[in-house]
C-alpha cells in the first residue's frame, strides 16, 4: 500500500508542477507544517470507506466485532463450507497443511506445544503453531473460505474459530465464542507462550522485543558463490496447475506473471521434446483442447484444487463424473445444479460446498462433462 501512495504522491506533484492554477494552498504566516492541500484534486476517505477497508483484528483485540459462535453453529458451517478442503476433523493434508494435531493437555496448561521442537513428530499443524487466538479469527474473517473470502457472517466466523478449538481440545462442546470471553479463550491456546518477539519485526518494543534484526547478512557479504547452479526446476506440464499466471496479476507494476498456458522453452516442431510435450503436458492439451472454455472455468473457479482431469485428489476426477452422470438425459441440467448447489453423499462423506460462479458458466462446465471430459 505504502508503495502505492509514493506513486500517487508522485504523480500528483507532477500534476501540480504541469497544470496552471492547480497548487499547494500556503500555510497561514507563522503556523505549523501542514501537509499540502490540492485544488480539484481528491477528496478525503469518509469513515465508511474507511471501516471498509479496516477490518483486521490485532493480538489485543482491537478491531475484533461484536457477535458470537458456538461451536454446534461452527461443526455446520465447517461441514459446509470448511471440509472439503481440510477434512472433517481438521487434520487433511490432501489440500492444505493440515489444521488441527500435535497438541496436548498438557500444552494447554503450558502454553507451549511440545512437539514444536521434537524432531522425530511428523509434521506440524497450524494449532501446534497458533499464538494469538486473534490471528486465526481475522484469517477466516478476511480470507475464508478460499472459494469466496469475506462471505461468512461475524457468527459464521466466531462459530468456525470455536469448532476448530473445539476439535484442538481447547473448547468444549457447549461452548459459545464471543468478543466478550475472547481474552479468556487466548490463556488457553496450546502455543500461547511460543511466541518470540526477538526478532525486530514489531512495529516497536511495546512487547519487549528487540530493535536490532536477527539477520545481519554477514555471512553473504564475503566468499560469496560465484555461479548459480539450477539445482530444480518446474517441468512443463506442472507449469499450469493452477491457471495461467499472466491473467492472475495486477495490470498496474512490473510484474505481469507468465503466459504459462505455454511451455518455458518451446521446443522446435519436430523434435523428439517437442512431441514428448504435445502428448503429455495439459498446458499443451488445454491449448489445443476441444472445450477451452470449460477447462479455462475449472481453474479460474479453483475446481483443479479437488478434481484431476484423470485423477482424484479430495473429490473424484471430471472423467468419473462424466462416466458417471454423462449417460442421463438431464445431465447438463443435473451437473449444473450439483455444481451451484454442493452436496454430499453422492462420492463420499467429504462436501462440496455450493459454488459461486454464474449459472452460464456451470452450464458450460456440465456441458463438457455430459460429453465425456475431453481434453
Avoid at 3 to 18: E, F, G, Y
Avoid at 127 to 151: C, E, G, H, Q, Y
Avoid at 176 to 185: I, Y
Avoid at 248 to 273: E, F, H, I, K, Y
Wanted: aromatic fraction near 6%; glycine fraction near 10%.
Amino acid at each position: 500500500m505504502s508503495s502505492c501512495r509514493d506513486l500517487v504522491a508522485a504523480l500528483t506533484a507532477v500534476l501540480c508542477l504541469a497544470t496552471p492554477g492547480w497548487a499547494a494552498k500556503p500555510a497561514p504566516a507563522g503556523a505549523a507544517p501542514v501537509a499540502p492541500v490540492y485544488e480539484g484534486i481528491g477528496r478525503a476517505a469518509t469513515p465508511s470507506e474507511i471501516a471498509a477497508w479496516n477490518i483486521d483484528v490485532r493480538p489485543d483485540f482491537k478491531g475484533l466485532p461484536k457477535g458470537a459462535g458456538s461451536v454446534a453453529k461452527g461443526q455446520d458451517v465447517w461441514e459446509g463450507k470448511c471440509a472439503s478442503c481440510h477434512g472433517i476433523f481438521g487434520e487433511s493434508g490432501e489440500v492444505f497443511s493440515p489444521l488441527v494435531g500435535g497438541t496436548t493437555k498438557d500444552d494447554i496448561k503450558t502454553g507451549h506445544a511440545a512437539r514444536l521442537t521434537d524432531s522425530g513428530f511428523p509434521g506440524r499443524t497450524a494449532m501446534m503453531k497458533l499464538s494469538t487466538v486473534s490471528t486465526l479469527w481475522d484469517f477466516i474473517n478476511r480470507a475464508m473460505p478460499w472459494t469466496a473470502p469475506k462471505s461468512l457472517s461475524t457468527e459464521e466466523v466466531y462459530a468456525v474459530t470455536a469448532y476448530l478449538l473445539n476439535m484442538a481440545g481447547v473448547l468444549p462442546d457447549n461452548f459459545t465464542l464471543s468478543d466478550r470471553n475472547m481474552a479468556e479463550v487466548q490463556q488457553l491456546l496450546p502455543n500461547r507462550n511460543g511466541m518470540t518477539t526477538r526478532h525486530a519485526m514489531w512495529p516497536g518494543n511495546e512487547f519487549g522485543g528487540t530493535t536490532k534484526p536477527d539477520v545481519q547478512g554477514s555471512t553473504c557479504m564475503k566468499d560469496c558463490g560465484t555461479e548459480a547452479k539450477v539445482a530444480s526446476f518446474l517441468p512443463d506440464f506442472a507449469r499450469n496447475a493452477h491457471g495461467n499466471l499472466a491473467e492472475q496479476n495486477r495490470l498496474v507494476g512490473p510484474q505481469r506473471g507468465a503466459d504459462t498456458t505455454r511451455p518455458s522453452n518451446p521446443a522446435p516442431v519436430g523434435t523428439a521434446r517437442a512431441t514428448a510435450v504435445a502428448m503429455t503436458s495439459p498446458v499443451v492439451a488445454t491449448a489445443v483442447a476441444a472445450a477451452p472454455q470449460a477447462l479455462g472455468l475449472l481453474q479460474r473457479n479453483g475446481c483443479v484444487a479437488c478434481h484431476g482431469v484423470d485423477n482424484k485428489i479430495v473429490g473424484p476426477s471430471f472423467r468419473d463424473i462424466a462416466g458417471k452422470h454423462g449417460a442421463r438425459a438431464d445431465a447438463v441440467a443435473y451437473l449444473g445444479g450439483k455444481i451451484r448447489a454442493g452436496g454430499s453423499g453422492v462420492w463420499g462423506q467429504v462436501p462440496m460446498p455450493p459454488q459461486t460462479l454464474s449459472e452460464d458458466d456451470a452450464k458450460a462446465i456440465a456441458q463438457w462433462l455430459a460429453e465425456g471430459a475431453k481434453k
